[in-house]
Nanobody, 124 residues
C-alpha cells in the first residue's frame, strides 16, 4: 500500500507561484494514477489535476487550466503541482491522491490513498 506526504504549501501573494510535492512510500507508486484535490473552509473537496501512470496524459479542472501543471517522477516516487498566477480563491488545503484509475480520478470516489494535506494561502 502507498502512503503519501505533501509539502510545499505556504503563504504567497496573488500572482505568485508555488510548487507542491507529494512523496510516496512503498513499491507501488508506478502502478497508480496520481492527482491533486483541494478543499477550502466550508466548501466541498474539489478536483484539481490528475496524471496517468506513465505521465503521458493529464487532466485539469477548468478553474486551474493554464495556470497549474501536474507532473511526476516515477524514479523519485514523487508527483508535483506547479501553481502559477495564483489567486485568492486558490486558497485551500491541497491533498495528494493515488488512484488505480486515471479515468475516475476526477470524481474522487475510487481513491486508494490520500495525503494529509498542505495549506496554500494566497493573499490579495
Amino acid at each position: 500500500q502507498v502512503q503519501l506526504v505533501e509539502s510545499g504549501g505556504g503563504l504567497v501573494q496573488a500572482g505568485g507561484s508555488l510548487r507542491l510535492s507529494c512523496a510516496a512510500s512503498g513499491r507501488t507508486f508506478s502502478s497508480y494514477a496520481m492527482g491533486w484535490f483541494r478543499q477550502a473552509p466550508g466548501k466541498e473537496r474539489e478536483f484539481v489535476a490528475a496524471i496517468s501512470v506513465s505521465g503521458g496524459a493529464t487532466r485539469y479542472a477548468d478553474s486551474v487550466k493554464g495556470r497549474f501543471f501536474i507532473s511526476r517522477d516515477n524514479a523519485k516516487n514523487t508527483v508535483y503541482l506547479q501553481m502559477n498566477s495564483l489567486k485568492p480563491e486558490d486558497t485551500a488545503v491541497y491533498y495528494c491522491a493515488a488512484d488505480s484509475s486515471y479515468f475516475s480520478m476526477r470524481y474522487g470516489s475510487s481513491v486508494d490513498a490520500w495525503g494529509k494535506g498542505t495549506l496554500v494561502t494566497v493573499s490579495s
